[in-house]
């Protein structure tokens, strides 16, 4: 694990968070009434990097590989939600604070790549329990080629400039449901 800590710290060394005037606690932030400073915090210009996964479909295992592309994306507020979008998007991707248990990576098996980091070993580096850390929950619908794609991204708050998440997608293609995962990093672009 302190291998894996040391290589995401490596990762994210070029990516440092914006600063804060006064930068809240990030601990303790993941209830009901933290929304409203969360909302504010995350608005704005992110950063957004697709790593490499895995798809399955008709009990085979794929290899789903990373976008290789940085990619902007806008999350704005609309009334009380929160929404995320880039140029290409079909529909804004409808965020909102997530009331799950906590996340976790179950066995993968020996054809399913890990994840570099667990949402466990991410909320280690910040210092607290996952259920303590702002964790949002989006989900956005697109049609490619006529084939309905459900998406969900489960991001958690590693500071308030970057963002750890598992983007999943959902889809049935001729009749055989197709799941694929991958994980997502984020991070604020400074203003």
């Known amino acids: 694990m302190m291998c894996r800590l040391f290589t995401l710290s490596v990762a994210l060394a070029g990516l440092a968070p ?3 005037a006064e930068e809240p606690p990030l601990c303790g932030t993941s209830g009901q009434g933290d929304w409203p400073r969360i909302q504010e915090i995350f608005t704005g210009e992110w950063l957004i990097e697709h790593q490499a996964g895995y798809a399955t479909m008709g009990g085979m ?19 009380d939600t929160l929404q995320a979008t880039h140029p290409e ?3 804004p991707l409808v965020l909102r604070l997530a009331d799950e248990p906590r996340w976790v990576i179950g066995d993968v098996g020996p054809d399913i790549p890990e994840p570099l980091l667990s949402p ?5 580096t910040a210092g607290c329990d996952q259920i303590e850390l702002p964790r949002l929950v989006g989900t956005s619908t697109a049609v490619v080629d006529g084939v309905r794609m459900d998406f969900t991204y489960r991001m958690m708050a590693m500071d308030w400039g970057t963002l750890y998440g598992i983007m999943e997608i959902n889809s049935v293609v001729h009749g055989t449901p197709v799941d694929a995962r991958r994980t997502v990093w984020m991070q604020a672009v400074s203003p």
């Open 18 to 20: 914006p600063l804060l």
């Open 61 to 79: 295992v794929l290899p789903f590989p990373g976008a290789g592309e940085v990619e902007t994306i806008t999350i704005w507020q609309m009334g």
């Open 89 to 91: 998007a079909q529909a």
């Open 120 to 124: 466990d070993e991410v909320a280690l």
